[in-house]
Nanobody, 126 residues
Framework: QLQLVESGGGLVQAGGSLKLSCTAS????????IGWFRQAPGREREGVSC????????NYVDSVKGRFTISRDNTKNTVYLQMNSLKPENTAVYYC???????????????????WGRGTQVTVSS
């Protein structure tokens, strides 16, 4: 059974940091490109970052560039999202998912991702 489980969320003050984990079971994570998304209350799910299979290349949406870092540890079958300089507007449920729209993730269209985890709540207080 293919499954992704997110963890690492919590409550943090503005300017603080959190490191989210996305751990896979039932498959080898390194064989896939993985994306991170978030969804704030009343808003649509939006892409945050993606890490590509094989070469580990990464991309980020403009709003998180320079503050967030995506990485993977193949020995732990886990993808991480290090989030620094957090802002209240970063408050959301964060999800990871497998990119199935091609070889390299080229965008953040939700229907091009599958096997979504249940998410982890990130709350940034002002």
């Amino acid at each position: 059974q293919l499954q992704l489980v997110e963890s690492g969320g919590g409550l943090v003050q503005a300017g603080g940091s959190l490191k989210l984990s996305c751990t896979a079971s039932g498959f080898i994570l390194d064989n896939y490109s993985i994306g991170w998304f978030r969804q704030a209350p009343g808003r649509e799910r939006e892409g945050v970052s993606c890490i590509n299979r094989s070469d580990g290349s990464t991309n980020y949406v403009d709003s998180v560039k320079g503050r967030f870092t995506i990485s993977r540890d193949n020995t732990k079958n886990t993808v991480y999202l290090q989030m620094n300089s957090l802002k209240p507007e970063n408050t959301a449920v964060y999800y990871c998912a497998i990119y199935t729209g091609g070889y390299y993730c080229s965008g953040y269209v939700p229907y091009e991702y599958e096997y979504w985890g249940r998410g982890t709540q990130v709350t940034v207080s002002s």
